[in-house]
């Protein structure tokens, strides 16, 4: 048997002294009451009692896209903190938390990542200028030039340590972005399907070279003991989980790495979790050998203030006839009405290669001779014609019209049913 040197041998009982003291600091407390006082109108939820919600945001966005959710999302949300990289406040008794004062001090003091950190907390949100508020196009790499995006990767492994101090006693710990909207009576019934004693890590399925992880705005969650191992194992080297987040784009990736390295795999979520709006989703495609259809709609993402209001007046209205809500309601209810033969200003987001035409109609004439297609785009400055065999509603452009094919998407849906059984992950 191989003998351990006095060196090797202090380390690790180092390292299982401080196992032992994480243990016995993140061990389940007695129940806590709730952070938030829910106003009287709420709907009984009391699996949202074990649950933590934590919105991520930042100052260059929060004062923008935050104060929505307070009115819809997170309104009857017992227990939600909004982590960020600037404590303000949000409301007479809502501030943020600075998520990031936890990293060590060299790395706030000297990394040029934290350039927007150093100068809003000297000088307050008055130091931001146009370029932190530059929006950025979004790359494959994300937003390389947007501050608040470069310094965004950096709160997603101490955040889990705030969220345990926020709310040590939570069975579920669910992190949302500002641009995340969750519907909360598909999510409950679905993590009652889990055993939170477990550790679970559920998120929607990314890939970066080798790397599985979950997608930070598509929301994800994890359970206590998920989020405790994962905690052990980045305070045993966190000097060194620092020089690997500093050397990556992606902190979602980072946090799926450090849960890969505790033993929490990653259980895949999509389609339950999405990771656009529901005018820009395939709900006919099938994925992963899953189709959206007949799963419940759990998480949309990059989602604006209106698209927000719309999706809770309708999870609203739908939740309170006591049924699931699945994909297929949302794109009969909330899409295919906007479906149209003909829409102008508007652009559906077909994917084909742009082909030369010299008007709406001949576009339209182009699809018509494809069997399969779905959807078509002309843009009249390019004279250039998209075609699709994927279905989406899109957003507004000036310059394109947009026409679907709808007697073929109407069979389509048609086709796929009514949904007898509810498909579930899990």
Known sequence: ???????????????????????????????????????????SRPDLNDILVILKTGVTESRAKVPIHLTTTLRCIPNYAIFSDFIEPL?????????????????????????????VRDHGPAALTPADLNPDINTPIGKPNNPGWKLDKWKFLPMLERAL??????????????????????????????????????????????????????????????????????????????????????????????????????????????????????????????????????????MDERGIVELERFEREEGGKGKMILYRDVFLKMVRPFVQAVRQGWDNLAEGEGVPVKSFAA?????????????????????????????????????????WMTERIDAVADSLGECRTISWIG
Request: hydrophobic fraction near 40%; aromatic fraction near 12%.
């Open 363 to 403: 576009c339209r004439g182009v699809c018509s001779r494809e069997a399969l297609c779905l959807q078509y785009a002309y843009n009249e400055t390019a004279g250039e014609c998209r075609t699709s065999k994927v279905l989406m509603l899109g957003r507004g452009a000036g310059d394109v019209a947009s026409g």
């Open 1 to 43: 048997m191989a003998r351990l040197r006095p060196l090797s041998l202090l380390v690790s009982l180092l390292s299982l002294a401080l196992v032992y003291s994480l243990y016995h600091q993140y061990s389940l407390p007695p129940s806590s009451p709730p952070l938030h006082p829910l106003p009287s109108d709420c709907p």
């Open 165 to 302: 101090a926020v709310k040590p006693d939570a069975k579920w710990y669910v992190f949302m972005e500002a641009d995340t909207y969750l519907l909360w009576d598909n999510l409950l019934p679905w993590l009652r399907r889990f055993d939170s004693r477990k550790p679970w890590y559920l998120g929607n399925q990314m890939q970066i070279v080798d790397a599985i992880f979950a997608h930070g705005g598509s929301g994800f969650i994890l359970s206590r003991p998920a989020m405790v191992k994962a905690m052990e194992r980045w305070k045993l080297s966190a000097d060194a989980w620092e020089t690997a987040v500093a050397e990556h784009w992606a902190g979602d990736c980072m946090l799926g790495l450090l849960l890969e390295d505790s033993g929490v795999e990653l259980t895949w979520s999509w389609p339950m979790v999405q990771i656009a709006p529901p005018g820009e989703m395939d709900y006919f495609s099938r994925g992963y050998e899953k189709r959206p259809w007949c799963h419940p709609a759990v998480s949309f993402h990059h």
């Open 91 to 119: 409301s007479p008794s809502l501030a943020t938390h600075d998520v990031l004062s936890s990293l060590s001090p060299n790395l706030l003091a000297t990394n040029p990542d934290f350039d927007l950190y150093r100068r």
